[in-house]
């Protein structure tokens, strides 16, 4: 069963505007990671933030990890149309080293 | 540098047909190896795992194996197909003691 819940499910935007999506999980993690996923294609990592880690920057990305609402952020700064993709996060629970995928955020960034 | 390599990218088979996907991994040795199954429009459902030559550790119960007869290929399997095995099935390593996964390129399978 999927223990991560990714909301919005869809998000559609301004190409230069930023977008926000979240993520939901139930029990103690390691690690939380996010991955994006072209249409029809393979999952790409973006970035993992630790369990005892609050905040983490790559590029345009800001990932944020609130463990006590069990709850993470990806923001995405400066949109571009080529941001059109699906982002996932998985995590990795204290119990195992298994990734446990969300249901995923579809972004559309309109041009 | 590593590389993952899956095949075929997509499959028409008939209900009933065996089923052989192949996963091969380069540059490395010893990888933790998956097989994820997405359905259209969700999240990815890990069916089985491997972390070792023979290894195989089922996620789910379902129509599907799994086996490793080699360090670097896994094979997802069906000795007969059902229509509800249609999807997309993604391969992916990780290196040992490590979480973050590479993914291959995924088989999408339809299965009529």
């Known amino acids: 069963s999927q223990q991560g819940e990714e909301d919005p499910q869809a998000l559609s935007i301004q190409e230069g505007e930023n977008a926000t999506m979240n993520c939901s999980y139930k029990t103690s993690i390691n690690n939380l990671q996010w991955y994006r996923q072209n249409s029809g294609r393979g999952l790409v990592h973006l970035i993992l933030?630790?369990?005892?880690?609050r905040e983490k920057h790559s590029g345009r990305l800001r990932v944020t990890l609130d463990t006590s609402k069990k709850s993470s952020s990806l923001l995405i700064t400066a949109s571009r149309a080529a941001d059109t993709a699906s982002y996932f996060c998985?995590?990795?629970?204290?119990?195992?080293?298994?990734?446990?995928f969300g249901g995923g955020t579809r972004l559309m960034v309109k041009p | 540098s590593q590389t993952i390599h899956q095949w075929p990218a997509t499959l028409v088979q008939p209900v009933g047909s065996p089923l052989s996907l192949e996963c091969t991994v380069e540059g490395t040795s010893n990888p933790n190896l998956y097989w994820y199954r997405q359905a259209a429009g969700r999240g990815l459902q890990l069916l089985f795992y491997s972390v070792g030559i023979g290894q195989i550790s089922s996620e789910v119960p379902q129509n599907l194996s799994a086996s490793r007869p080699q360090d670097r290929q896994f094979i997802l399997s069906s000795k007969k197909l059902l229509l509800s095995d249609s999807g997309f099935y993604l391969c992916a390593w990780g290196r040992q003691g490590d979480t973050e996964a590479f993914f291959g390129q995924g088989t999408r399978l339809t299965v009529v």
């Open positions: 933030i630790r369990s005892n880690e």
């Open positions: 998985a995590t990795v629970y204290n119990a195992g080293n298994m990734l446990t």
